[in-house]
């Protein structure tokens, strides 16, 4: 099993960035990939971005246009998330997840641990 903490949620205005962070602890030597999901009050869980521990390698959800950059630390075990030119849209709580297995990386059914979340909110 693996365990999962996400940082870097918070308050920012529209068109400013954050940083998220997961510290993956336990079992990473299992760890064929992280990712990142997001929920909106009302909304699905939607894929945001992942990237595979070994040649990481990334996926992006179609709606980011290039505003996120996803990347891992892989001697502290570490995943991050860079936002930048935030929107109000973007508000959600952001869950950072991990795989055992590689493929279908945009599918949150795939990840076999979840983190508790970090709120992200952005004021228009």
């Known amino acids: 099993q693996v365990q999962l903490v996400e940082s870097g949620g918070g308050l920012v205005h529209a068109g400013g960035s954050l940083r998220l962070s997961c510290a993956a602890s336990?079992?990473?030597?299992?760890?064929?990939?992280m990712g990142w999901f997001r929920q909106a009050p009302g909304k699905e869980r939607a894929f945001v971005a992942a990237?595979?521990?070994?040649?990481?390698?990334?996926w992006y959800g179609e709606f980011l246009k290039g505003r996120f950059t996803i990347s891992r630390d892989n001697a502290k075990n570490t995943m991050f998330l860079q936002m930048d030119r935030l929107s109000p849209q973007d508000t959600a709580v952001y869950y950072c997840a991990a795989k055992s297995e590689d493929g279908l990386w945009r599918s949150s059914r795939m990840y076999d641990s979840w983190g508790q979340g970090t709120q992200v909110t952005v004021s228009s």
């Open positions: 990237i595979s521990w070994s040649a990481g390698s990334t």
């Open positions: 336990g079992r990473t030597s299992s760890l064929a990939g």
